[in-house]
């Protein structure tokens, strides 16, 4: 059976930093693209950063280009996403997510995590 299970999540202040994880097990992701996505309360899901297998290819939203940063161990299988400068708005449940691509998509992902609360205080 194919799990995500995210980690990394927590309370942090505006301008801190946080480290996501997405381990990823039950199959080889080879050949997988992989994204992080969030939903703030009462607000739809949202894409917030990709990445091919090679990790040759990224795609970040705007909203978090130039402070978030996506990576990959594939040797690990596992994914993660860097958050700096942190900002109250940033704050939501954020989700990892997988598809058989070899380019990096917003949408169409069919594996995902259970999510990891990050909350930003101001």
């Known amino acids: 059976q194919v799990q995500l299970v995210e980690s990394g999540g927590g309370l942090v202040q505006a301008g801190g930093s946080l480290r996501l994880s997405c381990a990823a097990s039950g199959r080889t992701f080879s050949g997988h693209t992989m994204a992080w996505f969030r939903q703030a309360p009462g607000k739809a899901r949202e894409f917030v950063a990709g990445?091919?297998?090679?990790?040759?290819?990224?795609d970040y939203a705007d909203s978090v280009k130039g402070r978030f940063t996506i990576s990959r161990d594939n040797a690990k299988n596992t994914m993660y996403l860097q958050m700096n400068s942190l900002k109250p708005e940033d704050t939501a449940v954020y989700f990892c997510?997988?598809?058989?691509?070899?380019?990096?998509?917003?949408?169409?992902?069919?594996?995902w995590g259970q999510g990891t609360q990050v909350t930003v205080s101001s």
């Open positions: 997510a997988a598809r058989r691509s070899i380019i990096v998509s917003r949408l169409g992902y069919n594996y």
């Open positions: 990445i091919t297998w090679s990790a040759g290819n990224t």
